[in-house]
């Protein structure tokens, strides 16, 4: 997700680590996150909790580490640290502040923009399916056709989703609803030397396609069915034909007759 701070020294190390952490390729979606909302205790309430080595991965964050660690343990807690950050930003961009500073990341397109046709490039939000960490990666989100896509670059695609929520997008539109562009509504029409595929050759093939799921379903359950278009009436004769007659009524005729002849010998 991010380069390993490694061509500068330990004073810059600590001393930058906020802009080394945004600066870095993979980290393009991130925010900065002012220094007052890091320090505010109640903006970091549970974190402590879900973040290993969590005190010094604070003070690394915040620009006040010191700490003579072996390689190992400072390799924690930068990941550590990396995810404290993560944890704060989802918290961070739906603040007044943090919902400026994306707007204007927005506005530029820094999250891309719109692999669909029909949206002429409309910028994305990146956006997580799940506030839980470790669930699922970050998604871009086209407010345009209300879709959800994956992040072209592997770097952001590794990204976990948790550090944006799954609430920043829809809060956005909601505290900038002159940005909610309008819904796309266009649909490609498949066309034939100019002229639209007619919607009966649509609905047959997908009546054929039905079938054939539904043969499978069946066969896979045991059950054998049969339909008309399965049996062979080359092979019959005409005079087979003719003794079968699903409209034949002529049984309930006489009946009728029968019936009505006893009722008049019983005036």
Excluded at 31 to 45: H, M, P
Excluded at 63 to 71: G, I, K, P, Q, R
Excluded at 169 to 183: M, N
Aim: contains cysteine; negative net charge.
């Amino acid at each position: 997700m991010m380069e390993d701070f490694n061509s500068e020294t330990d004073s810059d190390y600590t001393s930058y680590w906020r802009d080394w952490f945004i600066s870095s390729r993979g980290n393009e979606y991130f925010c900065e996150i002012d220094e007052e909302y890091l320090t505010d205790r109640f903006n970091l309430t549970g974190l402590n909790t879900e973040v290993p080595y969590y005190q010094y991965a604070l003070d690394l964050v915040t620009d006040v580490f010191d700490l003579d660690a072996d390689d190992d343990l400072r390799e924690q807690i930068e990941k550590s640290a990396r995810h404290l950050y993560g944890l704060v930003h989802a918290r961070y961009i739906v603040t007044t502040r943090g919902l400026s500073k994306m707007l204007d990341k927005y506005k530029r397109g820094d999250f891309g923009k719109c692999p669909r046709v029909m949206c002429d490039g409309h910028p994305l939000l990146p956006m997580g399916q799940h506030d839980i960490p470790n669930m699922s990666t970050v998604k871009l989100f086209c407010a345009k056709c209300e879709d959800i896509y994956n992040p072209k670059s592997s770097r952001h695609a590794s990204i976990d989703g948790a550090y944006f929520g799954s609430s920043f997008h829809s809060i956005l539109f909601q505290v900038y609803p002159a940005l909610d562009p309008e819904k796309s509504v266009r649909r490609y029409e498949p066309r034939i030397f100019g002229f639209r595929v007619h919607a009966s050759a649509a609905l047959a093939r997908w009546q054929d396609r039905y079938r054939s799921d539904m043969i499978e379903r069946l066969e896979g359950a045991g059950i054998e069915v049969k339909y008309l278009e399965d049996f062979d009436f080359e092979g019959e004769s005409e005079d087979e034909e003719d003794d079968f007659d699903p409209l034949d009524t002529r049984g309930e005729e006489v009946v009728g007759d029968t019936a009505s002849g006893r009722m008049d010998l019983g005036n």
